[in-house]
């Protein structure tokens, strides 16, 4: 049980102050019973109505989009893929699960739960994304067996192996699992080729929702958000 104020500024329609001010006007209602006092605790799992309309009061978002090329995971830029969420979520304090590149297009997470990004982020978690590229020229069977292998660049630095399978044409598909920088781009160069469209298809074993137009976004379900980690 919480407040009831408490529960409709978790929606982040609403700031607490204007959460009460709702429920003094007569306007919220919590499984069909008007509430009347700010204070009233109410089960946490109620459906919440305002003004007539459901309203989503979870604490914590979990939001899969499909990016479009041109814009930045990041906040405070006018060309932010944050800019794309619907409204009702601009509260919420919402980041990117990790990043894609300005002009990667593709599966993208978005959420407010820091433990959530932590666990996918993580090294130890080694969860693998899947990505299809349109490349300058065709992959090779060497390109696949040094994708296969790893790299260690003239500095130093390594990838570990990554599966690189060939496509039609001058595309192929390739999993990854370090989310280093410009990854996939950087190993492509490290065999001589070079990525001239790339799209995020696959995080984990969740797949992107093709019915998703680029900059669509939509809430994904709890099986969802565990299919991340299920490979």
């Known amino acids: 049980m919480k407040r009831a104020d408490a529960i409709l500024s978790d929606s982040g329609i609403f700031t607490r102050s204007e959460a009460k001010k709702a429920i003094y006007e007569g306007r919220v209602f919590a499984d069909g019973k008007k509430i009347v006092s700010p204070s009233e605790k109410i089960n946490e799992n109620a459906v919440f109505t ?32 944050l800019s794309l969420v619907p409204k009702e979520y601009y509260r919420k304090g919402l980041f990117t699960v990790g990043r894609l590149d300005k002009d990667t297009e593709g599966l993208l997470l978005i959420t407010n739960d820091g433990d959530f990004a932590h666990a996918v982020a993580s090294p130890k978690r080694n969860i693998r994304k899947l990505y299809f590229a349109e490349l300058e020229r065709e992959v090779t069977a060497e390109d696949i067996a040094a994708f296969a292998n790893g790299f260690e660049t003239k500095n130093g630095e390594k990838f570990l192996p990554a599966l690189l399978e060939k ?41 992107l929702d093709t019915s998703l137009s680029p900059g669509e976004t939509r809430a994904i379900t709890d099986e969802e958000k565990e299919l991340v980690f299920a490979e």
Request: charged fraction near 25%; glycine fraction near 12%.
């Open 167 to 207: 496509g039609e044409g001058k595309t192929a598909t390739v999993t990854v699992s370090e989310g280093k920088y410009h990854e996939v781009k950087r190993l492509f160069l490290l065999t001589g080729n070079r990525v001239l469209y790339l799209k995020r298809l696959k995080e984990g074993g969740l797949w």
């Open 50 to 81: 305002v003004d007539g309309k459901e309203i989503n009061t979870e604490k914590y978002v979990y939001l899969m989009m499909n990016k479009p090329q041109g814009y930045i995971c990041e906040n405070g830029s006018e060309n932010s893929v």
